[in-house]
């Protein structure tokens, strides 16, 4: 049974950073493209960053400069640095295990709360 759980969400003031983590279990993540979502209340799903099986990134604009993705295949999970943050980076953060091919199956979990506050 693959299962996928997001941590680290916290309440953080403007300008402080969060690391979240992304743990998949019953699933060799090596083969799959990694995906950063974040919701607010006012807006559907967002990519926010992506990671590759070669480890290329991509951000949105929103937060280019400001975070940044990585994996570890070896333990199944995959990072968020986020830095500088600032409130409209608050929401529910979630990742995404994105099959090589179209046909396949995603996986994906609940997320992970940010708030950023002072």
């Known amino acids: 049974q693959v299962q996928v759980v997001e941590s680290g969400g916290d309440l953080v003031q403007p300008g402080g950073s969060l690391r979240l983590s992304c743990k998949v279990t019953?699933?060799?993540?090596?083969?799959?493209?990694m995906i950063w979502y974040r919701r607010t209340q006012d807006t559907q799903r967002e990519l926010v960053a992506r990671i590759t099986t070669d480890g290329i990134t991509e951000y949105s604009d929103s937060v280019k400069g400001r975070f940044a993705a990585s994996r570890d295949d070896p333990k199944g999970t995959v990072y968020l640095q986020m830095d500088s943050l600032k409130p409209e980076d608050a929401g529910v953060y979630s990742c995404?295990?994105?099959?090589?091919?179209?046909?396949?199956?995603?996986?994906w979990g609940e997320g992970t709360r940010v708030t950023v506050s002072s």
């Open positions: 995404t295990a994105k099959h090589p091919q179209p046909w396949g199956v995603d996986y």
């Open positions: 019953g699933l060799d993540i090596s083969i799959y493209a």
